[in-house]
C-alpha cells in the first residue's frame, strides 16, 4: 500500500482581495474542494490554475478556521511575477491553487512558556497566524507581538492587535517605526529588544519577514539568553526560483517546496 501524501494541491478560489499597506495585498481564499490542512506557522505554494505564474511561497496569516478560509499577506516586489499578479490581476471569484502546507516555522507542543512573536511586513502573516493558534490553545501561552513597520501607514491590523492586548489577558503588542519621518528616533527591534524584555531565556522566539530582520532579532534574541533550539526563523525573500522562467513540472514542484 502506498504511503499517503503529505501534501497535494488545493484548488481555493478568491472571496476578497484589498490593498492593508501601500505595499501590502491581503487575499481571502475559500476552498474549492477540500480544506488544506496546515498548522499555525506553515506556508504553502500559490499559483493560478494554470501554472502561467511562478509558483512562489506564501505563508497563512490566520489560524485554520472552521470553514476553511485562509488568509494571505502578499508584498509587492516590483518586476516579481507572482507578487504583481496577485497585486493586478488576480481578483474576487479568481481561482488558485495552493499546494502544501509545508514549512516548520510552528510551535514545540512540548513548550509552554512564553512566545515572541518578531515581524516586519508580510512577515506578519506566520506571526498572526502563530498568535491565533498559541491564544486559543489549552494551555493558552503568553505572547508577545513586535511588529516593525517603516511608517504608521505599513502597520497591519494594529486596532486589532490592540483590541486582544486589552481583552486577552497574556498578550502583548508593540509596534516600532524605523521610517517615520517625524520621529524622534527609529529604533529597530534588535536595538529594543533589551529594554522592552530582558531576558529571554526560557522563551520560544519566532523571527519572520526580510533576511536582514530575521537574522538581526534572531542574533539579539540569543544574546538576551533564548535558547537557540528555541528560536524559530522564516526568511521571505529568496533567489529567484529555478522555474521562474517556465511552469514547474509535477516532479521539480513536490521536490523543491521553496
Ligand atoms: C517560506 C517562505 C514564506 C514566504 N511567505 C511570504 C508571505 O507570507 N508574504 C510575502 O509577501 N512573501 C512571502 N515569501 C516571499 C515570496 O515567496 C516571493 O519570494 C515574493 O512574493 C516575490 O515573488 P515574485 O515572483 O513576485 O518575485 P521574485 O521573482 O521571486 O523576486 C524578484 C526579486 O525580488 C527579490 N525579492 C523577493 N521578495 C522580496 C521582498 N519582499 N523585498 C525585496 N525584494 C524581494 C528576490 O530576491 C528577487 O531578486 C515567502 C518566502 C518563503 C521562502
Redo the contacts with the bound molecule.
Sequence with gaps: MSAPALWDDYPYRVVSSRRVTPVIQELHLTPDAAVMPYRPGQ?ALLNDRDYQV?Q????M?NAPRADGVVS????H?P??????WVHHQLTPGGLVTLSGPY?TFTPDPAEQGPVLLLAA??GL?PARALAEGLLGGRPSRPVTLFFSARRAADVIDRSRFQDWANTRSGFRYLVTLTREPHAVDRPRIPDLLPGTLGDLTGWEVFASG?PGFVSGCATAARALGADAAMVHT????????PW?EQPPSPQLRKASP?
Design positions: 506556508y511562478p512562489r511561497s506564501y505563508s496569516a494571505l499577506l502578499v508584498t516586489v518586476d516579481g511575477p507572482t507578487s504583481t514549512g511586513g508580510s502573516a526580510p522564516e526568511e521571505f525573500f529568496t533567489e529567484p526560483q521562474t521553496r
